[in-house]
């Protein structure tokens, strides 16, 4: 035990040995070279251990430290050893020495037992190769997992001050921003105002965190449009737990945001309609009441949902819902389905039913939707209605037999006037021709004159009694309708009035006219009245002339006869048509007054009008309609 002491007690003693330069016959060259290659391992060895060392302390995640710094500790060791042989050529410590081989050889052993420690480990580690292909592997999941994020996803990457360093081609395309808009800037340029602060704090707080924050956001694009995103904000955390940058994938929800809100507003719409809209389950059980459904029956709502639809119906229809059920599950409806009803009160209502299945989101009908309107007051009026046909029928019926009796007399009337009064106009007419014939020597001019104003006036009668027939028959005429040629019934017209008025025909010029569907014997009577009016009442004229056309206008067709006679002053227009109205004297223009009035009969009888414009000295314009079709 007093060797050990004396030992460590004289570790750095040199004393008892000399140098090694003095131990042998060392040359020059011999002891450099010793004295240099120990050096050399000596610093190789004290540096192996710095880049061990070194490198430990940059990879945090390094397998066998202990392996790690036993071997350095083993080389550091060695080059002690290296380092004091070089030395003994100058000191001799010996014992110094000695004790670096024996620490020496005790971390060898130590690491010797590591190295069987973790041999097996090391052999099963995959080589270099095989990682380097997982890594590539890997990255190219992670690339299809951001591919495929890009593609159904809105993707957004802040720092953790929310300053925007990413955004993906969606993310430009639903804001409307371009790229190079957004980076650099932060989630306000989208904002839209419509959160409350403590909405967007609460988000902030969450991931500040370093928690998920998940929820939806109503956003404002670069063109001021809105749209909605379901969101999910991922922090992204370092060593110490804080986030370093946050991952903000969104999806478009703007379509169903906008059909909720139309389902929100569509509820709130029937909910305060006044019309009762109320809907039932397919076991008969009330699921909504609206407040026209409150007015109507009377119930509130609490006091109906819940329960069967069966409070509302009377004893004897009872089995009339079932029907109804059973055509809904069918996927039928029901539109104006008329019944009975019961109010609260026990009071029966008379309604009117709109019947319509409810689906759920699949389609699968879950329920029966109802409008009903109360018609109670309409069938009240119905009645009175039906009641008041049958009263007004037997009036109708009793004044038709009036009218029968009366159009029998008027028939009487006509056939008198027909033969009574023309009887004696034909002898005034036939006596006159008489004397003018036989006798007409025997009197002077006066008297001649006088017969010829008798037989004038006496043929007058006879076409007043004329007209005024035909005015009486056109009333009980049958119109029978055909597809008319206004062409060839035009000059049809014409040519009747060649006989009147002889060569006057050069006079009237005619655009192409519209065929229309009329009857084609009544409809010439009319071109006959216009036309024979125009060829008068320009007679007088330097250079008489006369127009016809004709066009569509509003459904109908319209035609005109033009002339530049003498024409009248519109004050006087709401005569025109009327029996023995006249707007000019008879001594200056002849005719008999019912002309015009016949021709207005005709028109309106085909459904159509009769109106004239004119101003005294610049002619006048008789227009008439007829229906298009």
């Not at 036309?531 to 066009?551: F, G, Q, T």
Request: with cysteine; hydrophobic share 40%; aromatic share 10%.
């Amino acid at each position: 035990m007093g060797g050990v002491v004396d030992f460590f007690r004289r570790l750095l003693d040199s004393s008892s040995w000399p140098p090694r330069w003095h131990c042998g016959a060392w040359t020059d060259f011999h002891g450099w070279l010793y004295i240099v290659s120990d050096l050399l391992i000596w610093s190789a060895y004290f540096a192996i251990p710095v880049v061990i060392i070194k490198f430990i302390s940059r990879k945090q995640d390094a397998k066998f430290i202990p392996l790690y710094f036993l071997f350095a500790a083993f080389i550091l060791a060695c080059g002690v050893t290296h380092f004091l042989d070089a030395v003994a050529f100058w000191l001799p410590l010996y014992r110094l020495n000695a004790l670096m081989l024996a620490v020496t050889g005790i971390i060898s052993w130590l690491t010797v037992y590591y190295i069987v420690k973790y041999l097996p480990v090391a052999a099963s580690l995959r080589p270099m190769r095989a990682l380097e292909e997982e890594v590539q592997g890997r990255q190219a999941e992670i690339s299809d997992y951001k591919y495929a994020l890009d593609q159904s996803s809105i993707v957004a990457i802040t720092d953790q001050k929310g300053i925007i360093r990413h955004v993906n081609d969606n993310f430009c395309r639903i804001s409307k921003y371009s790229r190079e808009e957004l980076i650099g800037q932060d989630h306000r340029i989208i904002n839209s105002g419509y959160h409350p602060a403590a909405y967007i704090r609460d988000l902030w707080v969450t991931i500040a965190n370093g928690r998920i924050w998940k929820g939806e956001l109503r956003n404002r694009a670069r063109d001021g449009s809105i749209y909605w995103v379901d969101t999910t904000i991922v922090p992204f955390l370092n060593a110490e737990g804080k986030p370093v940058q946050y991952v903000a994938i969104r999806a478009d929800i703007t379509e169903r945001k906008r059909a909720e809100e139309q389902q929100a507003l569509l509820a709130s719409i029937i909910n305060s309609s006044d019309e009762a809209i109320f809907s039932t389950d397919l076991n008969r059980i009330i699921t909504s009441w609206n407040h026209g459904a409150v007015s109507l029956f009377g119930y509130s709502t609490e006091q109906v949902i819940g329960k069967d639809i069966g409070i509302l119906l009377p004893s004897d229809r009872q089995d009339e819902e079932e029907l109804i059920l059973d055509q809904i599950r069918q996927g039928g409806s029901m539109e104006h389905y008329e019944t009975e009803r019961l109010r609260c009160d026990g009071v029966g209502l008379q309604v009117s039913l709109n019947v319509s299945p409810l689906r759920d989101p699949d389609g699968k009908i879950v329920g029966v939707s109802k409008l009903a309107r109360n018609i109670t007051e309409l069938k009240k009026a119905q009645k009175s209605i039906i009641e008041l046909n049958l009263s007004l029928e037997q009036k109708v019926a009793d004044r038709t037999e009036q009218l029968g009796i009366i159009n029998r007399e008027l028939e009487a009337f006509t056939y008198s006037v027909s033969h009574d009064l023309r009887a004696p106009l034909r002898i005034i007419d036939g006596f006159a021709s008489m004397l003018v014939s036989d006798h007409a020597g025997q009197l002077d001019s006066e008297g001649q004159r006088v017969l010829q104003v008798i037989m004038t006036n006496a043929k007058k009668m006879g076409q007043l009694i004329d007209d005024l027939l035909n005015l009486s028959h056109l009333g009980r005429k049958e119109i029978v309708t055909s597809r008319v040629d206004m062409n060839k019934l035009v000059q049809s017209a014409i040519d009747e009035q060649s006989g009147i008025y002889p060569g006057r025909g050069k006079d009237i010029t005619i655009d192409h006219l519209l065929s229309a569907s009329c009857d084609h014997n009544l409809i010439l009577r009319v071109w006959g009245n216009f036309i024979s009016n125009a060829l008068k009442y320009s007679a007088k004229e330097k250079s008489p002339a006369i127009h016809i056309s004709s066009w569509q206008k509003e459904g109908n067709i319209v035609y005109a006869i033009k002339d530049n006679g003498v024409g009248f002053d519109m004050k006087y227009a709401g005569k025109l048509f009327g029996v023995f109205q006249r707007l000019h004297k008879a001594t200056d223009y002849e005719g008999t007054g019912v002309g015009l009035a016949l021709a207005q009969r005709i028109v309106m009888k085909h459904g159509g009008k009769v109106w004239a414009e004119s101003a005294p000295g610049e002619g006048a314009t008789f227009y008439f309609s007829l229906p298009g079709k």
